[in-house]
């Protein structure tokens, strides 16, 4: 079953903060999160495995909440090249081939 | 540029006409998957390769799709008879561990 990404499109001045989550019915086992921008292919950002851990690049960094099966992107300082779409991608075995199952999707636009 | 790459970029057909796909993987990945990405959407799973052999498939993947990977290198998606509904964009990436590499893509229309 396909994750639930919120909210389905948000607006930012450069500078401000977002955060996006993913949300999972079925126990998670990963969550990889992912950048496509228009015309482009999607493009890697961060893995988070099964025990709660926090990752972070840069600004942008990341959070997994076994309990809830919930993911959180934090975005701070938003610059404009952040804009795009971003999606999570969930795995509920380390056995599935890493076959991932996508959200919709978060529209980001980041306005000057 | 060492990334993955798929052709043709994009491909206009008429409607119960064949295609086919090509995908050339990061070298020495010896993963690579086949998704396909409707406008507005995520992209959908459709078909795994591990090496040479074919893994999975996802019930997406009507008898009309078949792929391929001889020798574990390069793979091959094919759609005969294509219908308007197949008209998306064509997804592949490829691992060596847990992070998927995606290529640009193989935008469809069916006329």
């Known amino acids: 079953q396909q994750p639930v990404q919120s909210p389905q499109a948000v607006i930012l001045r450069e500078g401000e903060d977002a955060v996006i989550n993913c949300s999972s019915s079925?126990?998670?086992?990963?969550v990889h999160w992912y950048r496509q921008k228009h015309g482009e292919a999607p493009v890697f950002l961060m893995i988070?495995?099964?025990?709660?851990e926090q990752k972070g690049h840069d600004k942008i960094s990341a959070s997994f909440n076994e309990k809830k099966q919930q993911s959180s992107l934090y975005l701070t300082a938003s610059q404009l090249s952040y804009s795009g779409t971003y999606f999570c991608?969930?795995?509920?075995?380390?056995?599935?081939?890493?076959?991932?199952?996508f959200g919709g999707g978060t529209r980001l636009m980041v306005k000057p | 540029d060492t990334g993955v790459s798929q052709n043709p970029r994009h491909k206009i057909t008429k409607r119960g006409q064949n295609v086919t796909f090509r995908c050339d993987p990061i070298?020495?990945?010896?993963?690579l998957y086949w998704y396909r990405q409707t406008l507005g959407q995520g992209p959908e799973f459709l078909t795994y390769?591990?090496?040479?052999?074919?893994?999975?498939k996802s019930r997406l993947l009507s008898d009309r799709f078949s792929a391929e990977r001889p020798k574990g290198s390069f793979s091959t998606l094919e759609i005969q008879r294509t219908e308007q509904g197949d008209s998306a964009m064509y997804l592949c990436?490829?691992?060596?561990?847990?992070?998927?590499?995606f290529g640009p893509g193989t935008r469809l229309t069916v006329l």
């Open positions: 990436a490829s691992s060596l561990t847990r992070e998927q590499f």
């Open positions: 079925k126990a998670l086992y990963s």
């Open positions: 988070l495995l099964k025990g709660g």
């Open positions: 991608g969930t795995l509920t075995t380390p056995n599935a081939g890493n076959m991932l199952t």
């Open positions: 070298s020495e990945h010896n993963r």
């Open positions: 390769f591990q090496n040479e052999a074919q893994l999975e």
